[in-house]
C-alpha cells in the first residue's frame, strides 16, 4: 500500500485547463495501474481515466474522452490528469486511486471496486 497525494486542483472558467497530479508519497509504485475517478454532491462516484503502470495502456470514461489525457512518470512515481475545454458538469472531487492486481479485461480498470488505495481527493470547480 502506498499513500496517494493529490494536487493541482481549483476554480477556472469552461474552457480553461487544470493538470492534476497524484504522487505515491516518495514510495516505488509496484501496482498494476493507477487511476482517477470523480464524484459531485448528490452523485456516484464516476470513472474518469486510468493507466497500466507498467505497459501505458490508458482508459477514459465516455464524458471525458478527447478532453482529458492520464500520462505517468515512473522516475517520480506519479501520475497526471490534464483537462482540457473544462466544463461546469467537470465540476467534482477528483480523487486518485491505484490498483494491484492484474485484470484481464480492461473493464476491471474503469470499477472502483478494483483500486485499492485511494488518494483524498482534490476539489475541481468549472464556473460557466
Known amino acids: 500500500q502506498v499513500a496517494l497525494v493529490e494536487s493541482g486542483g481549483g476554480l477556472v472558467q469552461a474552457g480553461d485547463s487544470l493538470r492534476l497530479s497524484c504522487a505515491t508519497s516518495g514510495r516505488t509504485f509496484t501496482g498494476n495501474a493507477m487511476g482517477w475517478f470523480r464524484q459531485a454532491p448528490g452523485k456516484e462516484r464516476e470513472f474518469v481515466s486510468a493507466?497500466?503502470?507498467?505497459?501505458?495502456?490508458?482508459y477514459y470514461g465516455d464524458s471525458v474522452k478527447g478532453r482529458f489525457t492520464i500520462s505517468k512518470d515512473m522516475a517520480k512515481n506519479t501520475v497526471h490528469l490534464q483537462m482540457n475545454s473544462l466544463k461546469p458538469e467537470d465540476t467534482a472531487v477528483y480523487y486518485c486511486?491505484?490498483?494491484?492486481?492484474?485484470?484481464?479485461?480492461?473493464?476491471?480498470?474503469?470499477?472502483?471496486?478494483?483500486?485499492?488505495?485511494w488518494g483524498q481527493g482534490t476539489q475541481v470547480t468549472v464556473s460557466s
Open positions: 486511486a491505484a490498483a494491484y492486481p492484474f485484470y484481464s479485461s480492461s473493464y476491471h480498470y474503469t470499477e472502483a471496486s478494483s483500486y485499492d488505495d
Open positions: 493507466i497500466r503502470w507498467s505497459i501505458g495502456n490508458t
